[in-house]
C-alpha cells in the first residue's frame, strides 16, 4: 500500500512526464484539429484528408511494413549473438557485450553515413562484386526498400540482443542439461525448453525496434535518398517544405496511434505465449 510519502516521491517523475510527454502530445493533437494552415477553424478534416487519400495509406503501411522488417531481420541476426552470448566464458561475454554496445556510442548519423558508403556506387559492396567479375556495372544498392531495411534493422539491432541477453542469461542452465538427459537433441532442446523460456526478451527487443525503427527520420532520409517516402519525412515535408503545421501534426498522429496499435497487438499476442503466460 503506498504512503502519502510515497505518491509525494512520485511526485516529480509525474509532473516532468505530464510537461515533456503529455503537454507537447496534447499541442500536436490541437494542432492537428485545425482544419486550414492558417489554423481558423477547428475540425477533424485534416483525418479525413489523409486517410481518404490512398496516397497517404500507401506511404504509412510502407511505414509500418518496413519497421516490421525490421524487426524480422534483427531478431533473426541479434537471437544467434545473444544466444551465443551465453555460451561464452565471462571474458568473452565482455568482449562481445562491448561489441554489442560500441555501435549505440556513436551518432545513429554516423552510422547511417557508414551504409551510405558501403551501399554507394563506389562503395565496399560494388568494388567487391567488381573486383570479383560478377558483375560488369555497380550495383544500385543505395537509395533502395532493401539498402533502408538493412540499414535500420543493423543499427536498431543491440536494442534487439539486450533484451535477448537478459531474457536468455536467467535460463537454468541446469534445464537444457535435463532436456538432453531426457533424450533431446540439440534443436529439440532449443525449440522446446529455451525459445520459450526467451519470448519476453524476443517481446521487448522487438517492441523496441519498431517503434524505433518506424521513427527512423535520419536513416530513412539519408539511405533511401529522398526517393522513399516514409511517415517521418512526410511529416518534415509538410511542416518545414510546405508550412502545413495542422496536416503534418495530423500525420504525426495517425503514426503514433499505428505505432500504438502495433506494440499493443504484438504484446497482446506475446502474453498469450507459453514463454509468458504460465499454468
Known amino acids: 500500500m503506498h504512503t502519502r510519502q510515497d505518491r509525494w516521491l512520485l511526485a516529480p517523475l509525474v509532473a516532468f512526464f505530464a510537461l515533456f510527454v503529455v503537454a507537447p502530445l496534447g499541442l500536436v493533437l490541437g494542432v492537428s484539429l485545425y482544419t486550414d494552415p492558417s489554423m481558423t477553424s477547428m475540425g477533424a478534416g485534416q483525418y479525413v484528408k489523409f486517410l481518404g487519400d490512398p496516397f497517404n495509406r500507401q506511404i504509412l503501411f510502407e511505414t509500418l511494413a518496413q519497421a516490421l522488417g525490421a524487426v524480422v531481420l534483427s531478431m533473426a541476426f541479434g537471437y544467434p549473438i545473444a544466444y551465443l552470448y551465453t555460451l561464452l566464458t565471462r571474458g568473452w561475454q565482455r568482449i562481445l557485450l562491448f561489441a554489442i554496445l560500441l555501435p549505440m556510442l556513436t551518432s545513429s548519423v554516423v552510422r547511417t553515413f557508414a551504409w551510405v558508403v558501403i551501399l554507394g556506387r563506389e562503395g565496399l559492396v560494388n568494388q567487391l562484386v567488381l573486383g570479383a567479375g560478377w558483375v560488369e556495372q555497380p550495383l544500385t544498392l ?7 531495411l538493412v540499414a535500420v534493422s543493423q543499427i536498431e539491432m543491440p536494442m534487439m540482443i539486450l533484451p535477448l541477453i537478459s531474457s536468455l542469461a536467467a535460463v537454468d ?9 531426457l533424450g533431446a537433441g540439440r534443436w529439440r532442446t532449443f525449440f522446446k525448453v529455451i525459445l520459450p523460456l526467451s519470448v519476453p526478451g524476443l517481446l521487448a527487443g522487438s517492441l523496441l525496434v519498431f517503434a524505433a525503427s518506424a521513427s527512423a527520420f535520419v536513416t530513412q532520409t539519408l539511405v533511401g535518398g529522398g526517393r522513399l517516402m516514409f511517415m517521418p519525412f512526410y511529416i518534415y515535408q509538410q511542416a518545414i517544405q510546405s508550412q502545413d503545421y495542422p496536416f503534418s501534426a495530423a500525420i504525426a498522429m495517425v503514426l503514433l496511434a499505428a505505432v500504438l496499435l502495433v506494440v499493443v497487438t504484438i504484446n497482446t499476442l506475446g502474453r498469450r505465449s507459453r514463454g509468458f503466460v504460465h499454468g
Open 142 to 148: 543505395l537509395y533502395t526498400q532493401g539498402a533502408v
Open 173 to 181: 542452465p541446469r534445464l537444457r542439461d535435463a532436456s538432453m538427459a
